[in-house]
């Protein structure tokens, strides 16, 4: 009988035990489900180079990347403080309706606060709620849990990149973050390429994994980047990740823009866009260079037009002098030759260089093109040489466009010699 009464009497303690747990033997979205709804937050620990104002701002630091969320002001912002992530949310009806993260000194929005919670729950949590949420409620869960100290999120991360019922901005997220985690590299990059050419995929996130391909730490993703841009047959694929490329200040991808311009056998389309990303934003004049030297090659519209313009943008007295060659060959056709003409303009050619070429020239539609060049000059040189062509240019057309072109300009000479003109018809 005694013994039957002991284990009656262990048997409430264990139970009683049980059904008292303390808040840490509860997992973290237990003890969310059993707060009131409103508000309810907990913080943990961040990782090295996060910091925060505790209110308005989070400022993250990941090799030579900086970024900042939220609003902050030089003049009257808070120092940034290096310290826990307070994640509060939002809960009506038992759900989770909104997520905000703050960093920095600890505060209190009214929530109940569960207090600190270790990183790795943290961010399980977080991206669980990522995983099965909807709306922004997925969307922003991703950041904070980034914010986490030691904890390598990749495997969650990598779930939600390639889970098609996501929505398309929350996996746009995880890709973006996949990127930027601490753990980011090499392994990476089979399964960005595997997302990026999944043609059954939505375009927009495969744009997001080559984006994020590019920019993987040390240039691990380079080498699967410049093999999907090089590919004759990629299509969108090759394109897109041309134009990712020429986003990349890495050294390895302006080698191979130089690499493939030089062999100029991409498709048209294709190698425009080569083009076009070899001589904008870290353009130099050797780049140029290049692509004035494959001219030659150069058979389509597009690509003819992207050189043309990669040569103006860049401007420069040799490319001033190269885009008037091209205005001046009777070889090309009348678009080409106009096109260089208006870039030559645009690359800083000078008048006397334009007067030269009207001289010389015997096609009307350029000599109409370099009276359009010459009114838009406005300079002494200029005004003589529309002066002269309205007054004894053997074309018509071409004196009427001079003294139309001329009405325009302030210059005292002008009015003297049209009311001459006037005159002597």
Known sequence: MIR?????????????????????????????????????????????????????????????????YGSFNDLSSEPCVHGPARVVLDRASGEVVGVRVFVGPPGNDGAADLGVVSTHDAAAYLLDLAAKGEGAVARDAIMPAMLADSVDNETALVALARDQTRSRETRRGAISWLGRGPTAGGSLSSTLVSIATDETDNQSVRQQALSTLARLPGGAGMPSITQLAGDPQGGWVARTALSVISQSGDPRARDYLRAVVRKADLPDEALSVAIRSLGQQYATASDIAIIRDAWPKLTGNRSQSAAISAAAEFGGSVNAQWLLSLARDMGATSNTRRLALESAVRAGAATSELVTLYDRTTDPEMKDELISALSQAADRTSTDKLLAIAKSDESVTARRRAISALGRSSDPRVKVALEALVDRN
């Open 4 to 68: 039957r009464h002991f284990r009656a009497a262990t048997a409430l303690t264990l139970l009683s035990a049980l059904t008292s747990l303390p808040a840490c033997a509860q997992s973290l979205s237990q003890r969310i489900a059993r707060a009131p709804d409103g508000r309810v937050q907990f913080s943990f620990a961040t990782r090295e180079g996060v910091c925060g104002d505790g209110r308005s701002y989070v400022h993250m630091v990941s090799g030579t990347n900086t970024e900042f």
